[in-house]
């Protein structure tokens, strides 16, 4: 028992300093950049305008940023936004995550460079013109320490008529590369002694055996360990210690399910 109230005690202790170095250095660079990007609108007879776009997020080398669930510690990168009238926007969208550490924490996020997809509709009396603006606040960690960052970006509506071919197309790719949902699988959860079977049926004419499973839904399962799916007689299988923070039986999961072939991440969802 003193075991464990030690290791909860000195993860307490590492979010408490993580969020109070988002305080201090709100306005600090936080090791990475962020800027948004638009492709052309598509316009439809009969339907409002669209106008795909991203938040590029591009991190230093060695650090990394976060997912929906950052795991054991960490913070969802987050958007707020002035739009012009008529013009409205959907859920900044987070792809597949890899697993990272920050020091002895497991957590979910990106390295490198990462598009996180939006959709800006033009309603019907809506002009298609004006200011963009977006404030993207993200923490960034690597295996020692984290910095929080901010940036306040501002994007003329017209550019996006003449939006870089490869911007497009970038953004274009990383809608496509999102989760999908694939209505022929089922997931199966069974909860025992402090541990959770997840069993997905209806995958056999996937190669997932050894697939890597990213919970969507936080403080449900443990993120101290990988989780990944092994080839059983009923479908694909995984077993995970429940999270320490979940005091009640689950009711719902929902799960990122990453194939190890480079294959479209797979969402999938579960009600008790």
């Known amino acids: 028992m003193m ?44 339907s409002p305008t669209l106008i795909p776009a991203a938040i590029r997020m591009v991190y230093e080398k060695g650090w990394h940023g976060y997912w929906i669930n950052p795991g054991e510690g960490g913070m969802k990168t987050e958007v707020t936004w002035k739009l012009p009238e008529g013009i409205s926007v959907g859920e900044v969208l987070f792809p597949a995550p890899k697993r990272e550490m920050t020091g002895e924490l497991a957590c979910y996020g990106y ?45 003329d509506l017209a550019d996006a008529a003449t939006a870089d ?33 997840l069993m997905l049926k209806g995958a056999d004419h996937l190669a997932w055996d050894g697939a890597q499973v990213f919970p969507v839904t936080e403080q449900a399962l443990d993120p101290s360990k990988p989780m990944v799916l092994q080839k059983s007689s009923d479908g694909f299988k995984t077993r995970v210690k429940k999270n320490e923070y979940s005091t009640v039986a689950l009711t719902s999961l929902v799960l990122v399910v990453v194939p190890p072939q480079g294959a479209n991440p797979i969402r999938i969802e579960w009600k008790k």
């Open 111 to 155: 390295t490198g460079e990462v598009l996180l997809p939006v959709l800006l509709t033009v309603s019907e009396k809506g002009q298609g013109a004006g200011q963009v603006e977006a404030t993207v606040s993200w923490l960034a960690c690597n295996e020692k320490e984290c910095a929080a960052g901010e940036a306040a970006i501002k994007v």
């Open 3 to 46: 075991v464990i109230l030690l290791d909860w005690r000195v993860r307490l202790i590492l979010l408490i300093g993580i969020w109070m170095m988002t305080q201090r250095f709100s306005l600090a660079s936080g090791h990475a950049s962020a800027e948004l990007w638009l492709s052309p609108p598509v316009v439809k007879q009969g």
């Open 165 to 197: 071919p490869q911007r497009a197309l970038a953004i274009r790719q990383a809608f496509e590369k999102l989760p999908q949902t694939d209505a022929r699988l089922t997931l199966d959860v069974k909860e025992a002694d402090g541990w959770v079977e």
